[in-house]
C-alpha cells in the first residue's frame, strides 16, 4: 500500500509519537485523522500539517468513550470516503508504584486508555475496512509488553494485552479479509511521557531506568518511529500479520523471511517451555 492517497487515522496525535506519525504520513501525501482529547494540541498538530500542504482533519476524541470512538469514524468517512489505516497510539502511564499502593483509579486509566481504547478503535473501524476489503491496523506495543515493569503494571498489562489483542485479531480475521494488524514497539523515545516519569517522585522512585536513560542519551526520536510505520504501510505481507516488529528493524528483510516466522511463530507473545 502506496501512503500516497490513503486515508489514516491516528491516536493520541496530539503530541510526541502520535504527532510525529501524523505529520509524516501527511507530508507523504495521506489524508490523515488526527485525534486526542486535547483539542488546543490536535489544531497544533493539524495547523503544522497544513502548513506544510498536508490534509489533516482534527477530531478531539476519548478513545474509552464508545459513542466518541464510533463518531470518529464516521467522520473520517465524510471527510475522506475511506479509512485504510488505524495507529493505535494513545496512552496514558498515571499508575506509578508497587501494585499494593498504586491508586486503583490511575492504574484503570493506563489499562483503560491503551487496551479498552485499542479495541474500541479497531471495533470501530473494521465493518468498513472489511466492506472494502483492504486495510492496516498498527497497535503500538509499550514499556511491559513483553517483560515485567516495575512500579508500571498497569501500563504492563495494558500493553501486553493489546499486543496479545493484535495476534488474535489478525487470527479471527484470517486470509479471507485483506485487512492486515500489526503491533509496532517504537523503543525509547524521549516525550512528555518520558519526561514526566523522570521527574514525577514516584517515577524517579519506581522507574530510575527512564531519568538515567534520558540523561544519558539512550532515547531516540519519534520520527524514527514515524518512518516506521511509513516502512510497515508500504510493505505489507499477509503473512506477518500478527506480528510485532521494533521500530528499529528493517521491515523488508522481515518480508523476505515471512514464512519461515510464521512457520516458526516468531514476534509473538509465546509462552516456551524449552
Given at each position: 500500500?502506496?501512503?500516497?492517497?490513503?486515508?489514516?487515522?491516528?491516536?493520541?496525535?496530539?503530541?510526541g509519537?502520535?504527532?510525529?506519525?501524523?505529520?509524516e504520513?501527511?507530508?507523504?501525501?495521506?489524508?490523515?485523522?488526527?485525534?486526542?482529547?486535547?483539542?488546543a494540541?490536535?489544531?497544533?498538530?493539524?495547523?503544522?500539517?497544513?502548513?506544510?500542504?498536508?490534509?489533516?482533519?482534527a477530531?478531539?476524541?476519548?478513545?474509552?468513550?464508545?459513542?466518541?470512538?464510533?463518531?470518529?469514524?464516521?467522520?473520517?468517512?465524510?471527510?475522506?470516503?475511506?479509512?485504510?489505516?488505524?495507529?493505535?497510539?494513545?496512552?496514558?502511564?498515571?499508575?506509578?508504584g508497587?501494585?499494593?499502593?498504586?491508586d486503583p483509579?490511575?492504574?484503570?486509566?493506563?489499562?483503560?486508555?491503551?487496551?479498552?481504547?485499542?479495541?474500541?478503535?479497531c471495533?470501530?473501524?473494521l465493518p468498513?475496512?472489511?466492506k472494502?476489503?483492504n486495510g492496516?491496523?498498527?497497535?503500538m506495543?509499550?514499556?511491559?509488553?513483553?517483560q515485567?515493569n516495575v512500579?508500571?503494571?498497569?501500563?504492563?498489562?495494558?500493553?501486553a494485552g493489546?499486543?496479545?489483542?493484535t495476534d488474535?485479531?489478525a487470527?479471527?480475521?484470517g486470509?479471507?479479509?485483506?485487512?492486515?494488524v500489526y503491533g509496532?514497539w517504537?523503543?525509547?523515545?524521549?516525550?512528555e511521557?518520558?519526561?514526566i516519569?523522570a521527574?514525577?517522585?514516584?517515577?524517579?522512585?519506581?522507574?530510575?531506568?527512564v531519568k538515567?536513560?534520558?540523561?544519558l542519551?539512550?532515547?531516540?526520536?519519534?520520527?524514527?518511529?514515524?518512518?516506521a510505520?511509513?516502512k510497515?504501510?508500504?510493505?505489507?505481507c499477509?503473512?506477518?500479520s500478527?506480528?510485532i516488529?521494533?521500530?528499529?528493524?528493517?521491515?523488508?528483510?522481515?518480508?523476505?523471511?515471512?514464512?519461515?516466522i510464521?512457520?516458526?511463530?516468531?514476534?509473538?507473545?509465546?509462552l516456551?517451555?524449552?
Open positions: 500500500m502506496k501512503v500516497d492517497g490513503i486515508s489514516a487515522i491516528v491516536t493520541g496525535s496530539s503530541m509519537i502520535g504527532r510525529a506519525i501524523a505529520v504520513l501527511a507530508g507523504r501525501g495521506a489524508q490523515v485523522v488526527c485525534t486526542a482529547r486535547s483539542e494540541r490536535l489544531r497544533d498538530t493539524v495547523d503544522a500539517i497544513k502548513s506544510e500542504g498536508g490534509v489533516a482533519l477530531v478531539p476524541t476519548d478513545v474509552t468513550d464508545t459513542s466518541q470512538v464510533e463518531r470518529m469514524a464516521e467522520q473520517t468517512l465524510n471527510a475522506f470516503g475511506k479509512i485504510d489505516v488505524l495507529i493505535n497510539n494513545a496512552a496514558v502511564f498515571h499508575g506509578i508497587g501494585l499494593w499502593e498504586v483509579d490511575a492504574w484503570w486509566a493506563d489499562v483503560k486508555t491503551k487496551l479498552f481504547g485499542g479495541f474500541l478503535c471495533r470501530a473501524v468498513h475496512m472489511m472494502q476489503n492496516i491496523i498498527m497497535n506495543a509499550g514499556g511491559g509488553y513483553d515485567p512500579g508500571g503494571t498497569g501500563y504492563a498489562s495494558a500493553s493489546l499486543m496479545r489483542l488474535t485479531l487470527s479471527e480475521l486470509d479471507a479479509n485483506n485487512i492486515q509496532l517504537p523503543g525509547f523515545v524521549r516525550s511521557m518520558t519526561e516519569l521527574t514525577a517522585e514516584q517515577g524517579q522512585r519506581w522507574l530510575p531506568h538515567k536513560g534520558l540523561s542519551g539512550q532515547d531516540h526520536a519519534a520520527e524514527d518511529v514515524a518512518l510505520v511509513v510497515i504501510i508500504e510493505h505489507t499477509p503473512a506477518l500478527g506480528r516488529v521494533s521500530y528499529e528493524e528493517d521491515f523488508e528483510k522481515i518480508v523476505e523471511r515471512a514464512e519461515a510464521r512457520e516458526k511463530d516468531l514476534y509473538q507473545l509465546r516456551r517451555s524449552e
